[in-house]
Each structure stands twice: as structure tokens, then as C-alpha cells.
């Protein structure tokens, strides 16, 4: 008897599957959750590079992708899991626009402010390491990611609970 789990990696077999019927949204869900994995995991060995990023900066760009993947985990369950319906007809497009109605204006504000806010902590901007510079970039886009899944996740769940 051959192992079903090993048929993820049968493309005919996929395809005839789909062709047949398309996949609902939890098994569709286990291939996208897994290649959102495998392409967060993609970015490791550009951030091992020695003097091309400070520890703190990878550790930033690492914790945005943990928040990215818990963003879309939570997501997941706030629409009803393995028994919820139409996640993917829902996130991408509430992802879309919350995106450019939330993220980027956030994102841009968050930039803007980081010299204002250094300046009054004291900070001598024009003394600032590209290390420093990177630091402040990638802490600004983990804070963005978090605000960004959560209101995502927000709206999600508005919906998911009027079905």
C-alpha cells in the first residue's frame, strides 16, 4: 500500500485531482502555509553573510518573517481552521488593500518619525552606522507586519463569523 502522503509530490496525480474537483481550502491552505515556510526559510542564507547585516538587524528581518507566518497561521484559524470556508477568497484581497490603505501610509509615517524620535531621544542622526540605518528600517517594518496581520486578521474574522 503506498503512503498518501507521499502523493503530494505526484504532479499528474495532483493535476488529475484538481481537474476532478479543486482542492478545498484546508488542503489548500497546507500548500500554501508550507511554501510560505520554505520561502521565509529562503532568506536565512542572505542574512548569514558575514558583515552584510548586524545581528540585530537579522534578528529583526527573522522576527518579521516569524510574525508573517504567524500573521497567516492566525489568519487561518480566525476564519474557522480546518472548517472554515473561502480563506484564500478572503485574505488575498483584504491583504491587498489593507496593504495600501494601512501598511505602506504606516510603514512611510513610521520612517518619517524614526529620525524625530531619535532626534529626541538624542541621537545624532549624521553619526548613525548603515548597520544602525538597517536596524531602524527592519524594526520598522516588523512593527508594520505586526499591525498589518493583526487588522487582517480583524477583518477576517468579521466576515468568517456573518456566514
Avoid at 500500500?1 to 484546508?26: C, V, Y
Avoid at 529583526?60 to 516569524?66: Q, V
Avoid at 536596524?135 to 516588523?142: D, F, G, K, M
Wanted: hydrophobic share 60%.
Amino acid at each position: 500500500m503506498r503512503n498518501k502522503k507521499a502523493d503530494i509530490f505526484r504532479l499528474k496525480k495532483l493535476l488529475a485531482e484538481l481537474q476532478a474537483e479543486p482542492a478545498n481550502d484546508n488542503r489548500t491552505f497546507k500548500y500554501f502555509f508550507a511554501t510560505s515556510i520554505i520561502l521565509t526559510l529562503a532568506i536565512i542564507p542572505a542574512l548569514l553573510k558575514p558583515n552584510k547585516h548586524s545581528s540585530l538587524s537579522v534578528n529583526l528581518i527573522i522576527a518579521a518573517a516569524i510574525v508573517k507566518l504567524a500573521g497567516i497561521l492566525y489568519c487561518y484559524i480566525v476564519n474557522g481552521g480546518k472548517n472554515g470556508q473561502y480563506f484564500f477568497h478572503r485574505v488575498f484581497p483584504i491583504a491587498w488593500v489593507m496593504f495600501f490603505r494601512l501598511a505602506l501610509p504606516l510603514l512611510l509615517l513610521l520612517l518619517i518619525l524614526a529620525p524625530i524620535i531619535l532626534n529626541l531621544l538624542g541621537v545624532n542622526i549624521g553619526t548613525l552606522s548603515k548597520t544602525d540605518i538597517d536596524a531602524i528600517i527592519n524594526a520598522t517594518v516588523l512593527i508594520t507586519a505586526i499591525v498589518l496581520w493583526w487588522r487582517i486578521a480583524i477583518n477576517i474574522k468579521s466576515i468568517a463569523m456573518s456566514w
